[in-house]
């Protein structure tokens, strides 16, 4: 039912822009022969509008990869630095959450490690819509702030890292086959916010994945089998990532070489002094309004690298 829906809503998006378009072909049949000024701005006005519209669709065009059109599981972790970094972190959150709101995405924060000061030493969050993984896997990857600091009594300018993660969702559980034998899952008491309850009783779910040795943990719901589901979603996202990781190895035997998200490969700069800019290193795109960036207005960012990639 989704698929259909899915479909049925692509099917429909290009009959009402073929509608349109036949519009327009009739009004500038009119425009040339009555020549009138108002009624040209109404023409130049709809192929500016129809232009946008087509550049948007170009890009679900460039989303055709296996995973694209799935929900994404977001994690970002601050970097070495403390308060610094687990506060830059903790801005890149608000500016996910902000991007995920303006595109009308469902977003639902999984588990949280609060910073010792200010900030988040870690979060994962999990975002609903379509196409949200492939818009969002343009963010894998390190991403290094310029500042002067707020928690610096001199003021001095600092250089914060954060790395985010981006995971595709499991749809189906014959993608992921996992042992319940394989599985160690332990309870522990919420260490963060929540209310009374969360912090005793032992709800916080911590499961360990024994054949590759990933661990993941949720806190963040109310219950013990939230929690659960939480960081089963997780754990099948990451092993799925391991899945793709591999044959992306085996790509590369073919393709050449491919640099890794790594703390020394920081993909985007967001430098706020001593001048106002972000840039992304890999497409070489660039903004001068690092506000609106933090608010949420990634999308040029987002369509530089889906552009970069086409033909690869």
Excluded at 180 to 194: A, H, Y
Excluded at 239 to 260: A, F, N, S, W, Y
Aim: proline share 2%.
């Amino acid at each position: 039912m989704r698929q259909l829906s899915d479909h049925h809503e692509t099917v429909e998006t290009w009959r009402e822009l073929e509608d349109r378009v036949n519009n327009l072909i009739e009004m500038v049949d009119l425009l040339e022969e009555e020549q009138d000024e108002q009624f040209e701005i109404e023409v130049k006005n709809e192929i500016a509008s129809l232009s946008s519209v087509l550049d948007n669709l170009e890009i679900k065009l460039i989303l055709n990869d296996d995973y694209d059109d799935r929900d994404a599981i977001l994690a970002i972790h601050a970097g070495a630095g403390g308060t610094e970094s687990q506060d830059w972190a903790e801005m890149l959150l608000r500016m996910y959450v902000r991007w995920a709101e303006k595109h009308k995405c469902k977003v639902e924060i999984l588990d949280t490690t609060p910073g010792d000061e200010a900030g988040i030493k870690s979060t994962t969050l999990e975002i609903r819509g379509r196409f949200a993984f492939g818009n969002l896997k343009s963010e894998k990857g390190v991403h290094r702030l310029v500042r002067l600091s707020p928690f610096d009594a001199d003021h001095a300018r600092h250089t914060s890292f954060a790395l985010v993660e981006i995971l595709p969702e499991v749809r189906e559980l014959t993608e992921i086959n996992i042992n319940s034998e394989d599985l160690k899952i332990d309870t522990f008491r919420s260490s963060g916010p929540g209310g009374q309850h969360m912090q005793k009783t032992s709800s916080a779910v911590r499961i360990t994945h024994i054949p590759t040795g990933l661990i993941v943990s949720c806190q963040n719901q109310r219950s013990q089998l939230q929690n659960k589901e939480a960081a089963m979603r997780i754990l099948e996202a990451r092993l799925l990532e391991l899945e793709l990781d591999k044959k992306e190895q085996e790509r590369v035997k073919l393709k050449g070489q491919h640099i890794e998200a790594g703390w020394g490969n920081q993909i985007r700069s967001y430098v706020l002094h001593p001048y106002k800019m972000v840039k992304d290193h890999r497409t070489e795109y660039e903004v001068s309004d690092p506000t609106a960036v933090l608010d949420g207005d990634i999308d040029d960012f987002i369509t530089a690298y889906l552009r970069s990639k086409v033909g690869e």
